[in-house]
């Protein structure tokens, strides 16, 4: 991998670590949860070799990034000015976003709310989605009142940050393997789909998960001796603030549009846990046309989990390689 550059910046008022590589237009990339820039450490140099400024940062709470410790510091419109303070950093007054799993309400959010300066954006596991007609977590408690969903046992602050800096080696690791296409898979056969494992309200995270002997093809040790180190700075608490900011966020995005307006792509994984959450007759990308005014590439991967461009890093590259060569 071409050498990856570290640097500070301070955009919205806090200090965002950045992992740059190349020179040219501007690509930001927005990791979700529980992960970090490393996330894309396959995307950065192939996009750089394209001729573009690959940079891919520490959401706010994680890793060399500042964290705030209130709830409020980590909704939407909090998370959109540190992309649009990090593009100024950079002396850029236009980008592209690209964002997956929180990472990519970020990327498109931002993109919906800054059209002057977002010039296209995509996303994996995560799509546009307008602002419904109920603040997401009374949704959520609508549909899972009598069973087990994360985002509802996230909410209670201390509980789950405990359960995982218990043992982040064990929880990291759990998290990543019951979710990628191997656990999605081998959950699916037991009537249940990844993080909604059948399991009752009161259950924690972790139970439940299978611990499997071997670690998949795309996660190494190395790898998630990285993802550990980074929490092990951090902790939890940013991380799943962003879980509790989500009825905030319903309040302050009532201006946000039904539509993305600019170029866009969005990428799956057939077996990503997130298809899952609403229950439909129609898989989530035939759900998703009507969100976006220019979606040039949809792309469902077969047999791959939630770590989509790390799962399938060629076929994710190839795709977003595809995007840019069109814009």
Request: charged residues 25%; aromatic residues 12%.
């Amino acid at each position: 991998m071409e050498e990856v550059k570290f640097e500070i910046v301070e955009s919205n008022g806090i200090n965002i670590r950045l992992a740059s590589v190349g020179e040219g237009p501007l690509v930001v990339f927005c990791h979700g949860w529980p992960e970090s820039w490393y996330s894309y450490r396959y995307q950065l140099p192939a996009v750089a070799a394209a001729g573009y400024k690959a940079v891919a940062y520490d959401v706010r709470g994680y890793g060399e990034s500042d964290k705030p410790h209130a709830i409020e510091e980590y909704t939407i419109l909090n998370m959109v000015a540190d992309v649009i303070g990090i593009v100024k950093a950079l002396g850029y007054e236009n980008a592209i976003t690209i964002g997956h799993d929180w990472g990519g309400p970020i990327a498109l959010n931002t993109a919906a709310l800054h059209p002057e300066v977002i010039t296209a954006t995509g996303t994996m596991s995560v799509p546009y989605m307008a602002r419904g007609p109920m603040p997401t977590l009374d949704l959520w408690k609508e549909i899972y009142k009598d069973r087990f969903f994360y985002q509802l046992y996230f909410q209670k602050e201390g509980v789950a940050e405990a359960e995982f800096e218990n043992d982040l080696q064990r929880a990291l690791r759990l998290c990543y393997t019951n979710s990628d296409g191997r656990g999605m898979a081998r959950s699916i056969e037991k009537g249940a789909s990844g993080l909604n494992p059948q399991k009752g309200p009161d259950a924690t995270f972790l139970e439940g998960m299978e611990d499997f002997d071997e670690l998949p093809e795309w996660l190494s040790q190395e790898d998630i001796d990285y993802f550990v180190s980074q929490f092990e700075i951090s902790g939890m608490r940013g991380p799943l603030n962003r879980y509790r900011a989500q009825n905030i966020d319903w309040d302050e995005l009532s201006d946000l549009p039904k539509t993305i307006s600019q170029p866009a792509f969005f990428i799956t994984g057939t077996l990503d846990p997130v298809n899952f959450f609403v229950p439909s007759e129609q898989s989530l990308i035939q759900r998703i046309g009507s969100n976006y005014d220019n979606l040039l590439i949809a792309e469902e991967l077969e047999g791959i989990g939630h770590w989509t461009q790390q799962e399938a890093p060629e076929e994710v590259n190839r795709l977003i390689l595809s995007f840019l060569s069109k814009l």
